[in-house]
């Protein structure tokens, strides 16, 4: 073979990345793969008018800012979809598939919800899926998953897979700042968008674990059917608190196998400091997999930005050429599976970890006792009462530790607890994650 042909629709930063990785490492490509990968098009808003320097190493690609100009070129045979979302780049990728182009995608808002039926369709037609690039950028874990330790029956998998929550969470615990002043630095910085909800609320993190969850487990799961919980309520008192119980606060992505189903969920939580995972900072992320043979096994890298999802990009696109190079007559399933089950979550509520709950309070006696009879006509046992020494005694905060109980009860719980009249805001409730060894 000569040469293959690729298209790359977005330059965004992924896009950009992609392009730069491309041009830094051609001759290394070609060294791989045994012929060169050649960009033929190049397809941005734009494009025509303020094109990246990145693209000025291809002055022979095709430039337009019509994206069908790429995937119906004849000189295309393999499209890069890096325009995310779910509108624009549906249409693309279907496009491609009625081309007969295999495609590469970092799309995983897209591919949670609409993957498994995309690569039916992908596969019926001859041609290639690829999307490393989806979850956590610079870490292969498509790749684990699929390839890696796919002899293995995964029993759990808990991560950090949110660079922008994880960035503001750290640098809460390191400057004792608010959340809101963080995440302001944040979008002045270019870590967090202009309305950060999908971050700071949880989704961006729930679609990465539905993808994870199909790869892991062979389950078809919609997003909306995860647990989710967002960081917005946790504080720096949050930090001080959980350090005198020896942990910190993450937001955490959780799949495990439990005795009535999966048990998947998106939220902050405690995780001991004696753990990797406590030890994450700022953008990076993090996954750690348990086995049921293989035990432990521990991956961490860049979650997000240009090169490093770029090099999950550019890798994809060398699987593909290799696939498309062997004339294979069936693809590579990029979720792991010949077929995955469509599955429902097992309710968080049936999850049992032991729990931290922080109140803000306006003083008066008796509180402890008010709120320990609700615990103990729930079923709960109390573990232990911290607090850290405050005179605002109309908003006096303190934190209540559990002993192991369930979701459910908890809940019900904390719920009771609002409708008392010295609570200054609703209790804050986060686990604290058992899933992990030292």
Same mark, same amino acid.
């Given at each position: 073979?000569?040469?293959?042909?690729?298209?790359?629709?977005?330059?965004?930063?992924?896009?950009?990345?992609?392009?730069?990785?491309?041009?830094?490492?051609?001759?290394?490509?070609?060294?791989?793969?045994?012929?060169?990968?050649?960009?033929?098009?190049?397809?941005?808003?734009?494009?025509?008018?303020?094109?990246?320097?990145?693209?000025?190493?291809?002055?022979?690609?095709?430039?337009?800012?019509?994206?069908?100009?790429?995937?119906?070129?004849?000189?295309?045979?393999?499209?890069?979809?890096?325009?995310?979302?779910?509108?624009?780049?549906?249409?693309?990728?279907?496009?491609?598939?009625?081309?007969?182009?295999?495609?590469?995608?970092?799309?995983?808002?897209?591919?949670?919800?609409?993957?498994?039926?995309?690569?039916?369709?992908?596969?019926?037609?001859?041609?290639?899926?690829?999307?490393?690039?989806?979850?956590?950028?610079?870490?292969?874990?498509?790749?684990?998953?699929?390839?890696?330790?796919?002899?293995?029956?995964?029993?759990?998998?808990?991560?950090?897979?949110?660079?922008?929550?994880?960035?503001?969470?750290?640098?809460?615990?390191?400057?004792?700042?608010?959340?809101?002043?963080?995440?302001?630095?944040?979008?002045?910085?270019?870590?967090?968008?202009?309305?950060?909800?999908?971050?700071?609320?949880?989704?961006?993190?729930?679609? $990465?674990?539905?993808?994870?969850?199909? %790869?892991? =487990?062979? @389950?078809?799961?919609? #997003?909306?059917? /995860?647990?989710?919980? +967002?960081?917005?309520?946790?504080?720096?008192?949050?930090?001080?608190?959980?350090?005198?119980?020896?942990?910190?606060?993450?937001?955490?992505?959780?799949?495990?196998?439990?005795?009535?189903?999966?048990?998947?969920?998106?939220?902050?939580?405690?995780?001991?400091?004696?753990?990797?995972?406590?030890?994450?900072?700022?953008?990076?992320?993090?996954?750690?997999?348990?086995?049921?043979?293989?035990?432990?096994?521990?991956?961490?890298?860049?979650?997000?930005?240009?090169?490093?999802?770029?090099?999950?990009?550019?890798?994809?696109?060398?699987?593909?050429?290799?696939?498309?190079?062997?004339?294979?007559?069936?693809?590579?399933?990029?979720?792991?599976?010949?077929?995955?089950?469509?599955?429902?979550?097992?309710?968080?509520? $049936?999850?049992?970890?032991?729990?931290? %709950?922080? =109140?803000? @309070?306006?003083?008066? #006696?008796?509180? /402890?006792?008010?709120? +320990?009879?609700?615990?103990?006509?729930?079923?709960?046992?109390?573990?232990?009462?911290?607090?850290?020494?405050?005179?605002?005694?109309?908003?006096?905060?303190?934190?209540?530790?559990?002993?192991?109980?369930?979701?459910?009860?908890?809940?019900?719980?904390?719920?009771?607890?609002?409708?008392?009249?010295?609570?200054?805001?609703?209790?804050?409730?986060?686990?604290?994650?058992?899933?992990?060894?030292?």
């Amino acid at each position: 073979m000569s040469s293959l042909q690729l298209g790359i629709i977005g330059l965004g930063n992924v896009g950009r990345g992609t392009l730069r990785i491309l041009a830094d490492n051609a001759s290394l490509i070609e060294r791989k793969l045994g012929f060169p990968l050649e960009v033929a098009a190049i397809c941005s808003r734009s494009v025509l008018t303020a094109p990246p320097s990145e693209a000025d190493a291809f002055p022979n690609a095709l430039r337009t800012t019509n994206w069908r100009e790429v995937v119906e070129s004849p000189k295309v045979q393999i499209v890069a979809e890096l325009v995310g979302g779910t509108g624009v780049a549906a249409e693309i990728i279907e496009t491609a598939i009625e081309q007969g182009k295999s495609f590469a995608t970092a799309n995983k808002e897209l591919m949670a919800e609409r993957g498994h039926d995309i690569w039916t369709r992908a596969a019926a037609r001859g041609v290639g899926l690829a999307m490393e690039g989806s979850v956590a950028g610079g870490i292969p874990i498509h790749a684990v998953l699929r390839e890696g330790i796919s002899g293995d029956r995964v029993e759990s998998l808990i991560g950090i897979l949110n660079g922008t929550c994880n960035y503001i969470l750290t640098e809460m615990e390191r400057r004792k700042e608010p959340l809101e002043t963080i995440l302001a630095e944040a979008q002045q910085l270019g870590y967090a968008e202009a309305d950060p909800s999908a971050d700071v609320d949880g989704y961006d993190a729930r679609s $990465k674990l539905a993808l994870l969850a199909a %790869l892991a =487990f062979g @389950v078809r799961v919609q #997003p909306p059917d /995860i647990h989710v919980e +967002g960081i917005r309520r946790v504080r720096p008192m949050d930090f001080a608190y959980a350090r005198r119980l020896g942990h910190t606060v993450r937001l955490i992505a959780s799949a495990e196998r439990a005795p009535d189903g999966l048990l998947l969920s998106v939220r902050p939580a405690l995780v001991r400091e004696t753990t990797i995972l406590a030890h994450v900072q700022g953008s990076y992320n993090a996954i750690w997999v348990r086995g049921a043979h293989g035990a432990d096994t521990f991956y961490y890298g860049r979650g997000a930005g240009s090169t490093p999802t770029g090099v999950a990009v550019v890798s994809d696109l060398i699987r593909l050429a290799r696939e498309i190079a062997n004339r294979g007559d069936k693809r590579i399933s990029p979720f792991a599976h010949s077929d995955l089950e469509s599955y429902r979550p097992v309710s968080i509520e $049936k999850q049992v970890r032991p729990h931290y %709950l922080r =109140f803000r @309070v306006k003083d008066r #006696p008796g509180i /402890i006792a008010e709120l +320990g009879s609700i615990l103990a006509a729930a079923g709960i046992s109390l573990d232990a009462v911290l607090q850290e020494p405050s005179y605002q005694k109309d908003d006096l905060p303190f934190v209540i530790t559990l002993e192991p109980t369930s979701e459910g009860a908890v809940r019900q719980a904390v719920k009771k607890m609002n409708e008392l009249d010295f609570m200054v805001e609703p209790p804050v409730a986060m686990p604290l994650e058992a899933g992990l060894q030292t």
